[in-house]
């Protein structure tokens, strides 16, 4: 794991995003507080974990006989999220911002068809094989974990707030621009990686 420190900052950047799952997170925390949402993190993490594993492995297989196949989803994955960006920017501020039925099975229906498990599969873990892929894993776990904790947190913090700081509105345009400078930097290093060989 020589490159640990920069799969943990691309991990940290796309997870500190906010997205279905984050915003889940973030309504639990408003409505039940950080202890309350806890038993969500489940949900969470087998979501990605499944996705990551079916998404490398599908690619990884497919990439052996077709060696365009890891670029085509990389730019897949950047499409969805540019499409995410677009989506979030002309709804900003405009959806309900009380979520109800926020289970573990939501959670981790959200978290399994998140696109960003698609970015993290195709775009930041390495292709390493499956048993690789494990340790890369276990700190992608501990990531999810401090990041949905502080998901949780901010929409505990938000929900007592009376100043309207954090509006939904202002949030939701400051990720999708995250998100569209995400989905740029993706395309760059597809290209540059298509590019150099």
């Not at 499409?83 to 978290?111: C, E």
Request: charged letters at 10%; a positive charge.
């Amino acid at each position: 794991m020589s490159d640990l420190m920069p799969f943990v900052l691309a991990v940290l950047a796309l997870l500190a995003v906010p997205g279905p799952t984050n915003t889940l997170m973030a309504a639990a925390g408003a409505s039940r507080g950080v202890l309350g949402s806890l038993p969500l993190l489940a949900g969470e993490l087998g979501g990605y974990f499944i996705a990551i594993t079916v998404w490398t492995e599908i690619v990884g297989a497919a990439a052996n006989t077709q060696p365009l196949v890891p670029a085509v989803a990389k730019f897949v994955a950047a499409a969805f999220l540019l499409w995410s960006a677009w989506k979030l920017w002309r709804a900003a501020g405009s959806a309900d911002g009380v979520q109800r039925g926020i289970t573990l099975g939501r959670v981790f229906a959200t978290t399994l068809i998140n696109p960003k498990g698609l970015v993290f599969a195709f775009a930041i873990f390495p292709t390493v094989g499956f048993v690789g892929r494990l340790s890369y894993l276990g700190v992608f776990a501990g990531l999810v974990v401090v990041t949905a904790i502080g998901w949780m947190t901010l929409g505990m913090v938000a929900a007592r707030s009376s100043r309207g700081v954090l509006t939904s509105a202002r949030v939701e345009r400051v990720t999708a621009v995250a998100l569209a400078a995400f989905a740029a930097g993706l395309v760059v290093q597809t290209v540059q990686g298509l590019l150099g060989h």
